[in-house]
């Protein structure tokens, strides 16, 4: 409690904060690294297992789940609020994490070590962190015999970091049970701090919420002309044409498209900045970069964009092939699907098809209601200094599954961050690690508010 703004140290800490460092770092010596592979992807059962003992050991009754496949293990916990006629609150976490390669770290992946102020390893801060904070709350809860005003339905999920597709994905489609009544979510990726220089030289910590997602394609492209010999004159080439396709499409800029998200942050950081974002600027990219490196997400959630990720074709040098092959990752601003394929379809031109492998719709909820109005009051409880904005987060997390389910879903996993900490860069990089003092402070946060949600 010697951080500044929190309150004096007359108080006890409570249960959940003083265990939540030694949840985390258990949480990640379980390797639950997700391969993208059903062969090599491991660990998650045995998480599971040890999460659904905590919660159980608590006095929960919790269900254990696999989606879809041996070792893809989730777990459900419900605890029974004051008014059962309001829809359930699901605070949900997915115990998969990226492969990580030990000799690049500073120390080993899966050892949760805490050192220098920080718990490190891979799901540090994603998402074990808030794994650990869920837990330890919910425990505290139970123990002590906390009704929370709703519902708390609380999920710990497999296989997010694949799209969900053998965990989230599969419980929305063959377990649609399990969310019965839940009318709101909160979990990945928002609620973090970002510390911005005011005009007047002070500095604000603003809180970022999730309320919108791009939406995720990855789409095939596929030439098809006429096989031929190498030496000879062949105007009609599938690697050709492929080749110019993907060029255009992986060069295209976009429209902009300022969702209402983006507008609501952008109008808020230049309250606070007064740096100013014109939209019909063609240097807007440059105005955000003045943001740091938060910048690489809030700038790609400003327009569409399609990068060329593979590319196949060919098996013989003096072959020309019949066919080639690649694979374009898309990423859509909400409400720009339709329009989207159209300009692709223009770049790409008759002579390519297009298939869609994967496609997850984007989702937007707006800034306003109770349970923002209880994540703001968290929020400034804890750091009256602070101010919550809604962002849009340019990838793809659990939330695309339950969205699917009507549930209005926010990312709040509470963090307050040094200033000086590249937050972005800790999301499935070296060295992923989380200051012990967030942990704490983001588990008061989360206490605080699901006693008001
Ligand atoms: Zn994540």
């Not at 990219?285 to 959630?301: D, H, N, P, V």
């Amino acid at each position: 409690m010697s951080a500044a703004g929190e309150k004096s140290g007359a108080e006890p800490e409570s249960r959940a904060v003083s265990e939540v460092v030694d949840l985390v770092s258990t949480l990640i010596r379980f390797d639950t690294s997700n391969t993208g592979e059903l062969e090599t992807t491991q660990g998650e059962r045995e998480c599971a297992e040890w999460v659904a003992d905590q919660l159980q050991q608590a006095g929960y009754t919790t269900e254990y789940v696999e989606s879809g496949a041996p070792g893809r293990g989730n777990v459900f916990a419900r605890l029974p609020g004051a008014d059962p006629s309001r829809g359930a609150l699901m605070i949900h976490g997915h115990l998969d994490v990226v492969p990580a390669e030990a000799s690049d770290w500073s120390v080993h992946p899966f050892s949760g070590a805490v050192r220098d102020g920080y718990v490190w390893g891979r799901g540090a801060i994603d998402m074990k962190d808030m794994v650990g904070m869920t837990l330890a709350v919910a425990r505290q809860f139970k123990i002590e015999g906390t009704v929370p005003p709703r519902d708390l339905v609380f999920a710990f999920l497999a296989d997010e970091e694949n799209g969900g597709r053998w965990g989230s994905q599969w419980l929305a489609d063959n377990r649609p049970d399990l969310f019965d009544g839940v009318t709101e979510a909160v979990g990945e990726v928002g609620g973090f701090s970002l510390t911005v220089p005011r005009r007047d030289g002070s500095e604000r910590r603003l809180y970022l919420v999730e309320t919108a997602e791009k939406g995720l394609g990855w789409m095939r492209l596929r030439a098809k002309a006429r096989a031929g010999h190498g030496s000879f004159l062949h105007e009609d080439n599938a690697v050709t044409i492929l080749a110019q396709a993907v060029a255009r499409l992986g060069t295209h800029t976009f429209p902009l498209v300022l969702s209402d998200s983006v507008a609501e942050f952008l109008a808020a950081v230049s309250e606070e900045t007064g740096i100013e974002f014109d939209p019909g600027s063609p240097d807007i990219e440059g105005q955000l970069a003045k943001l740091g490196t938060i910048s690489r997400i809030i700038g790609a959630t400003l327009r569409d964009t399609a990068n060329p990720t593979m590319l196949h074709a060919g098996y013989k040098a003096n072959v020309i092939p019949q066919t080639a092959e690649a694979v374009v990752d898309c990423r859509v601003v909400p409400g720009r699907r339709a329009a989207f394929e159209r300009e692709v379809d223009e770049l790409i031109g008759p002579d390519v098809e297009r298939e869609w492998i994967t496609a997850l719709d984007s989702y937007e909820t707006t800034f306003d209601g109770h349970l923002v109005d209880a994540m703001n009051d968290a929020i400034l409880a804890h750091d009256p200094a602070g101010r919550t904005v809604p962002y849009m987060l340019s990838g793809g997390t659990d939330a695309k599954a339950f969205a699917r389910l009507g549930i209005r879903c926010f990312g709040f996993a509470p963090l307050r961050l040094p200033p000086e900490l590249d937050f972005s860069a800790l999301f499935h990089g070296v060295d992923e690690r989380v200051p012990v003092d967030a942990l704490e402070f983001g588990t008061r946060v989360m206490e605080h508010f699901l006693l008001h949600s």
